[in-house]
T-cell receptor
Framework: DQQVKQNSPSLSVQEGRISILNCDYTNSMFDYFLWYKKYPAEGPTFLISISSIKDKNEDGRFTVFLNKSAKHLSLHIVPSQPGDSAVYFCAARRGKLIFGQGTTLQVKP | GAVVSQHPSRVICKSGTSVKIECRSLDFQATTMFWYRQFPKQSLMLMATSNEGSKATYEQGVEKDKFLINHASLTLSTLTVTSAHPEDSSFYIC????????????FGPGTRLTVT
């Protein structure tokens, strides 16, 4: 039972444009949602999180939006930079973290 | 930021042998450490949670006698894959957390295990 899903395995955007990564979940009891970034041969690094009582959290170029009615969250990166190219995982917490499958973002110069 | 190391980064072993993977928090004391497993193109699956000085809590479907976890100190946790089989080949990642809520987890770089 995949409680957290990232339905797009990959995304390619042009440098300077907006990257939008999406994530859907099924369990309404999750209390926090997080986004992690992972480079090859490295562990995931924390990017940004949002509490289930919020609908938006912004940190520099990164903004996470939460739509509880749709059980959907998204990560917006603007402007996108080549260094943002990585695998992005969304995760949801209910006691433990449950991860999505990841989306590979490629930002082209 | 907090640094978590894993050793070895890659290991190849023969079927039937045991392999130990170390996870260390280098610049902070980790109250809780987590072990994950990742299959190709799939998400990280939590295997177990360990708190220093107590027995690990295993997720459903994870054999505790096969995946031995020892959290001997606030900076070190080990995962031993006993009597490894080819189906145990995977990418194993640990993470460490200061609090018990698991919200702020710092991940190690992972260990690629190949069982031949």
């Amino acid at each position: 039972d995949q409680q957290v899903k990232q339905n797009s395995p990959s995304l390619s955007v042009q440098e300077g444009r907006i990257s939008i990564l999406n994530c859907d979940y099924t369990n309404s009891m999750f209390d926090y949602f997080l986004w992690y970034k992972k480079y090859p041969a490295e562990g995931p690094t924390f990017l940004i999180s949002i509490s289930s009582i919020k609908d938006k959290n912004e940190d520099g170029r990164f903004t996470v939006f939460l739509n509880k009615s749709a059980k959907h969250l998204s990560l917006h990166i603007v402007p996108s930079q080549p260094g943002d190219s990585a695998v992005y995982f969304c995760a949801a917490r209910r006691g433990k973290l449950i991860f999505g499958q990841g989306t590979t973002l490629q930002v082209k110069p | 930021g907090a640094v978590v190391s894993q050793h070895p980064s890659r290991v190849i072993c023969k079927s039937g042998t045991s392999v130990k993977i170390e996870c260390r928090s280098l610049d902070f004391q980790a109250t809780t450490m987590f072990w994950y497993r990742q299959f190709p193109k799939q998400s990280l699956m939590l295997m177990a949670t360990s708190n220093e000085g107590s027995k690990a809590t295993y997720e459903q479907g994870v054999e505790k006698d096969k995946f031995l976890i020892n959290h001997a100190s606030l900076t070190l946790s080990t995962l031993t894959v006993t009597s490894a089989h080819p189906e145990d080949s995977s990418f194993y990642i640990c993470s460490a957390s200061v609090g018990r809520g698991g919200l702020e987890q710092y991940f190690g770089p992972g260990t690629r295990l190949t069982v031949t």
